[in-house]
């Protein structure tokens, strides 16, 4: 008999522990992070560029294969240093199957126009509508990678360089992701990823920027510390963007556990690969491109399905349903950007038929580093009930 749920209770609560939530944070042992924490308070150098922060950063730019890299706050504060620091002004080509913070200092800042260009079926910006989208106007083309999915980077690189265009990316769902054995933050002028506590790697909040060659990111360093060259003048407006030294110290105990974290997302996406094939379900879309790419080291950061119908209904259903059964499933994307009143100006919808066509059917599967197969066994039985279908191993 399956149980149903009501209403979802608070974090935390001993209902919650019910519940298979999108993502779980990846969290270290307080016993590890006490040794760090009394180094910190001792050291009485809680922030601007301390000793941890910069123990990070040298971590991070090994294991994201990079050649430089500059931690933030947050991914959105590491996207407007990037834009900032390599686009003066002008037109700006994206998408809008994203976060908002994506585009939001492209729409809120006068410097900048967004246009919007639609996805292909990988979900990620089509090369062949961003060079049809070029106009003498258009400065840059920020690209996001999403689910980790890595984008047609030889194509939009190419297109690019013909017309003298910055390329940037947005690799908030990256982290870890290689493409030939190399890491993705290598692309394009600047990278930016996030730390937030939902992804794949945390420090509670957190992000950075990256690049491939060595010193390359030196207005980014600036930009973040409200624009001070150390002991000169002010060179550039900037913000304080600073990663503070807890932060710093959480992100490298949290990096200790990652290779066994990884392992077990590879795994989560493995069975539910092998138990949705089996279902054999009619117009059910599966990643088996990505996850089956041998030129491609994927993170499993997301799993994303797509449940192709007119309209929404069907995977709303499934949404429904699994949301009663205390799954909670998240739209990622789904339909921030035309929900809002906010952006009636640049509703840009109609022209975009594959954003929105993937903004109604997409439905992202709990995938996190505690899940065990029971787990997915749960998600899988409420699908094919859904349809009517029964699962292979029942
Ligand atoms: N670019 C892209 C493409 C992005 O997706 C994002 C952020 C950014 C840029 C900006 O990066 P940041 O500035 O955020 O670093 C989340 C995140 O807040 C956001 O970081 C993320 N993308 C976006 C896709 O998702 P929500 O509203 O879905 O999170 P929330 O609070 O509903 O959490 C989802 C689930 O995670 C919960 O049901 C349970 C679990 N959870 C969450 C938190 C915060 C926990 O177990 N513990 C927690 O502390 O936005």
């Excluded at 590491?78 to 900032?84: D, G, H, P, T, V």
């Excluded at 506590?197 to 990111?217: I, Q, Y």
């Excluded at 990622?332 to 993937?358: H, I, M, Q, V």
Aim: glycine share 6%.
């Amino acid at each position: 008999m399956t149980r149903r749920f009501s209403t979802i209770p608070e974090p935390g609560s001993a209902e919650w522990e019910n519940w298979l939530t999108v993502t779980s944070p990846l969290l270290p042992d307080l016993e590890e992070l006490l040794p760090l924490l009394k180094d910190m308070l001792d050291r009485r150098w809680v922030t601007n560029q301390g000793p941890f922060v910069r123990q990070l950063e040298t971590e991070l730019r090994d294991r994201l294969d990079v050649g430089a890299l500059a931690l933030v706050t947050n991914g959105t504060s590491a996207l407007e240093l990037a834009i900032r620091s390599c686009v003066e002004e002008g037109e700006v080509l994206c998408t809008s199957f994203s976060f908002p913070a994506t585009w939001n200092l492209l729409v809120d800042n006068p410097r900048y126009a967004p246009v919007f260009v639609d996805i292909g079926d990988d979900f990620n910006i089509d090369p062949a509508q961003v060079e049809a989208a070029i106009t003498p106007r258009t400065r840059a083309v920020l690209a996001v990678h999403a689910y980790g999915y890595p984008c047609k980077h030889a194509e939009l690189k190419r297109i690019c360089d013909a017309h003298d265009l910055a390329l940037l990316y947005d690799a908030a769902h990256c982290f870890g992701v290689r493409v030939g054995g190399r890491g993705i933050g290598r692309w394009g002028q600047f990278s930016t990823f996030s730390f937030h506590a939902t992804k794949v790697f945390n420090t509670l909040e957190g992000g950075c920027v990256t690049a491939a060659e060595p010193d390359s990111l030196q207005e980014v360093e600036l930009r973040r510390n409200f624009g001070f060259r150390p002991g000169e003048t002010q060179q550039y407006f900037g913000q304080n963007a600073k990663m503070d030294e807890f932060r710093a110290l959480f992100g490298l105990v949290t990096l200790r556990h990652m290779e066994q974290a990884q392992k077990v997302r590879a795994q989560v996406s493995a069975t539910y690969l092998s138990l949705l094939s089996a279902l054999q379900l009619d117009g059910l879309w599966l990643p088996k491109d990505v996850l089956g790419s041998t030129e491609i080291q994927h993170n499993h950061a997301y799993f994303p399905i797509r449940l192709e119908s007119e309209g929404t209904q069907i995977r709303d259903r499934v949404f429904e349903e699994l949301r009663s059964r205390g799954i909670l499933a998240r739209r990622y994307f789904s339909n921030l950007f035309n929900s809002s009143p906010l952006y009636a100006d640049l509703n840009t919808w109609g022209s975009l038929p594959g954003t929105r066509k993937a903004t109604q059917e997409i439905l992202c599967l709990p995938i996190h580093h505690e899940m065990t197969e029971e787990d997915c066994v749960r998600v899988v039985r409420g699908i094919a009930d859904c349809y009517g279908q029964e699962m292979r191993s029942e």
